[in-house]
């Protein structure tokens, strides 16, 4: 059996841990403003597209972000953006579409005494993601990602975009912004993985250890053997473990397990099916097997997990 054409294993990891809609907004401010962002089940990004101004977290030293810079913050943790380190903030709020998908929102933050000169412009967003299990390619990531504002195509053609739509908000920008914060988000990745080469960016780009995780990805309920594995990847069963483990920091069956309980706890959010049909998913004969196993990678049994992302 081949596996056909590559599958996007980054593409396919976002998809898999996503729990609802994206968030992006818009605000103009003109000193001085300062704005607070509590704590996400996810990732938040910021972008200045234009002027300047402070990032500060709680464990970091202010950051000075200008045009063209783009943070992720990859932990969900409280922060402050600001004009000055030292000017108070006020909590993050925003007036939104009130559509089901995407959320758009803007708004307008002016200082006593501004400077009609010296305002900045923002673009925020939030993707809410599973926070139980993350996936050991995102848990690589440092709590900010921050990258200067120097030219990149795809990231800041991304990002015009999706200014543009956001402030515009003409028919049809829900859908537009939806799919461009999510590509936003792989080119964020992309730029960062790139420039920070990692076990798991490494593994993505190793031909023999890639095609397995497409095939892993693409079929989890085949009851792969290392055996399997290591002959369509071309190499010997030892030469597979050893390349295998030490790119993704753990061993290959033991990713399998790991990427079937990601895929039915997507199935979960998102399919009213019986969990019987969820365990035929993902490789399992026995419906007992399966929820004692997820209990186990999850904490909790399935039928718990999806009442309690429903009411998310």
């Not at 593409?11 to 001085?32: F, S, Y």
């Not at 938040?44 to 977290?57: D, E, K, N, R, S």
């Not at 069956?253 to 035929?280: C, E, G, S």
Request: charged share 20%; net charge positive.
């Amino acid at each position: 059996m081949s596996y056909g054409q590559p599958m996007d294993v980054l593409t396919d990891v976002l998809a898999a841990l996503k729990t609802g809609p994206t968030l992006c907004a818009r605000t103009e401010a003109r000193p001085p403003w300062g704005l607070r962002f509590g704590d996400n089940q996810g990732f938040g990004f910021h972008v200045v597209v234009q002027g300047a101004c402070w990032l500060m977290g709680a464990a970091e030293e202010p950051t000075a972000l200008r045009a063209g810079d783009v943070v992720l913050m990859a932990s969900g943790n409280e922060h402050t953006l600001a004009d000055q380190p030292s000017t108070p903030a006020v909590t993050f709020r925003i007036r939104d579409s009130g559509h089901p998908g995407s959320l758009l929102g803007h708004q307008h933050l002016t200082g006593a005494g501004s400077d009609p000169g010296a305002g900045t412009v923002l673009l925020s967003g939030a993707y809410r993601l599973d926070p139980l299990v993350p996936h050991p390619l995102l848990a690589t990531l440092p709590d900010r990602v921050y990258l200067p504002g120097r030219r990149r195509t795809g990231l800041h053609a991304a990002v015009d975009l999706l200014g543009a739509e956001v402030e515009q908000q003409a028919p049809g920008a829900e859908a537009i912004v939806s799919s461009l914060v999510d590509a936003l988000l792989i080119y964020i990745l992309r730029a960062w993985l790139e420039a920070h080469p990692t076990g798991w960016s490494r593994a993505l780009a190793d031909p023999a250890i890639g095609l397995s995780l497409g095939g892993i990805h693409r079929d989890p309920a085949r009851p792969w053997t290392v055996r399997q594995l290591a002959a369509e990847a071309g190499l010997t069963q030892a030469t597979f473990t050893r390349r295998f483990t030490a790119l993704t920091g753990e061993p290959p069956l033991t990713y399998v397990a790991r990427w079937r309980m990601t895929t039915a706890a997507r199935i979960l959010r998102q399919q009213d099916v019986p969990l019987a049909v969820v365990a035929r998913q993902v490789g399992y004969t026995s419906e007992f097997a399966f929820a004692k196993a997820f209990k186990r990678h999850y904490g909790q049994a399935p039928g718990h997990y999806r009442r309690t992302a429903v009411s998310r």
